[in-house]
């Protein structure tokens, strides 16, 4: 069975950096593209970006560029999504979601910027 | 970017009703839409993918139907269960795109 863990919750002061890990399990983690969507509170879905677990391959939304670096460890079948220069506006649950048809979401990792 | 536009915002309707649900892309989608489920605090459920198609486990009385821009979700009875956010997603083109949401809620 397909499954992803997301990392915990975090909370961080303005100007800072956050890294959110996604641990794929129940499939080969090199097939798939993997995705991270951003939820603010009571808003909708915004797509940010994916990678190719297989080259390392990225493309982020124009909006995220430039702040958002998504990588991955094969080893582990891991990926990551950092960003970087938080603010206010980026308190939102962040959500890994595997591509394809029957796209998989992680559980979501609530990541709070207050000073 | 491929634009959604779902409507109504918000539908009232009884248990037991009839929910319909629309989703509008601003250009041909190729049937690449799902539909998604999601409660307060939990992370959305798939419950449509490529237009018509229902998602391991999903009860028979949600259904999709559609093709090339327009696109409509529809759930035959209400189940008190199915008062939630309803969004529509594509991903035909990159970047995925996603529409605002329809609010089902108990009239």
């Known amino acids: 069975q397909v499954h992803l863990v997301q990392s915990g919750a975090e909370v961080k002061k303005p100007g800072a950096s956050v890294k959110v890990s996604c641990k794929a399990s129940?499939?080969?983690?090199?097939?798939?593209?993997m995705n991270w969507v951003r939820q603010a509170p009571g808003q909708g879905l915004e797509w940010m970006g994916r990678?190719?677990?297989?080259?390392?391959?990225?493309k982020y939304a124009q909006k995220f560029q430039g702040r958002v670096t998504m990588t991955r460890d094969m080893s582990i079948s891991t990926a990551y999504m950092e960003v970087s220069g938080l603010t206010s506006d980026d308190t939102a649950v962040f959500y890994c979601?595997?591509?394809?048809?029957?796209?998989?979401w992680g559980q979501g990792t609530l990541v709070t910027v207050s000073s | 970017e491929i634009v959604l536009t779902q409507s109504p915002a918000t539908l009232s309707l009884s248990p037991g009703e009839r929910a319909t649900l629309s989703c509008r892309a601003s250009?041909?989608?190729?049937?690449?839409l799902a539909w998604y489920q999601q409660k307060p605090g939990q992370a959305p459920r798939l419950l449509i993918y490529?237009?018509?198609n229902r998602a391991t486990g999903i009860p028979a009385r949600f259904s999709g139907s559609g093709s090339g821009t327009d696109y409509t979700l529809t759930i035959s009875s209400l189940e008190p269960e199915d008062f939630a956010v309803y969004y529509c997603?594509?991903?035909?083109?990159?970047?995925?795109?996603f529409g605002q949401g329809t609010k089902v809620e108990i009239k």
């Open positions: 979601v595997t591509n394809g048809a029957t796209a998989i």
């Open positions: 129940g499939y080969t983690f090199t097939d798939q593209y």
């Open positions: 490529d237009a018509s």
């Open positions: 250009q041909s989608v190729r049937s690449y």
């Open positions: 997603h594509q991903r035909s083109n990159w970047p995925w795109t």
């Open positions: 990678i190719n677990p297989k080259s390392g391959d990225t």
